[in-house]
């Protein structure tokens, strides 16, 4: 993810499946190249997908997910102004798709705009208190302009969602160090690293960040 970050890339949502709109032009059709586009884009083979997501698009104009699922897409690629013009289609048609709304977040926070990526991920939650990763996006963008209570609070909901994500532990810890909370800052960093040591290199450069700055 480009744009300002605490520490760690953020994986992007799988794209969840909607009801099909019954009075689409033809809906086998739009939903077989659909259907095919997430494969090969959960396959990384994203010129493929976008091809297969414009073909589900072009013959029904009206399938939400389609246009979310070349959004992902185009995020992935790089290319996130094209990609938020695909998610304000998504919303436009289905005004409570949680994704679409978590994913326009990333695109806001990456343009430097926090504001509306809090505004997003808040949304997300709204249609879908579950999304574990929209705590999570969420938290990094209120710790980013220095809310550091609300997220580490928002760390914590993505952790009871999703108790084995290591990067959660870690940027609850970070959150707490930078409140001079250092004995559960520590417990944090060591789930963290238990859950995967891999992370060992990134943690140490953010600790070390943070002590540099004092």
Not at 44 to 69: F, R
Not at 152 to 160: K, L, N, P, R, V
């Amino acid at each position: 993810m480009r744009g300002q970050r605490l520490l760690f890339k953020l994986a992007l949502l799988c794209v969840v499946c909607a009801p099909w709109d019954a009075q689409s032009q033809d809906p086998l059709s739009a939903k077989g190249y659909y259907k095919r586009a997430r494969n090969t884009h959960n396959k990384g083979q994203i010129t493929e997908a976008l091809a297969d997501y414009t073909k589900s698009i072009s013959m029904n104009p009206k399938l939400a997910m389609a246009y979310y699922g070349r959004g992902l897409a185009l995020y992935d690629s790089g290319h996130c102004d094209k990609a938020m013009v695909d998610f304000n289609h998504a919303i436009a048609i289905n005004t409570r798709l949680a994704g679409a709304y978590n994913v326009r977040g990333l695109c806001w926070f990456g343009a430097g705009n926090v504001e509306h990526a809090i505004a997003d991920y808040s949304t997300a939650l709204e249609m879908d208190p579950s999304l574990s990763w929209a705590y999570h996006n969420r938290g990094i963008a209120r710790a980013t302009r220095g809310d550091l209570k609300d997220a580490i609070a928002d760390y914590s909901e993505t952790i009871a969602f999703a108790p084995r994500d290591a990067s959660a532990y870690a940027n609850r810890g970070l959150a707490r160090l930078m409140l001079y909370q250092e004995k559960e800052a520590k417990k944090d960093f060591d789930t963290c690293l238990k859950l995967d040591p891999r992370l060992k290199s990134q943690l140490d450069e953010a600790i070390q960040r943070f002590q540099t700055r004092q």
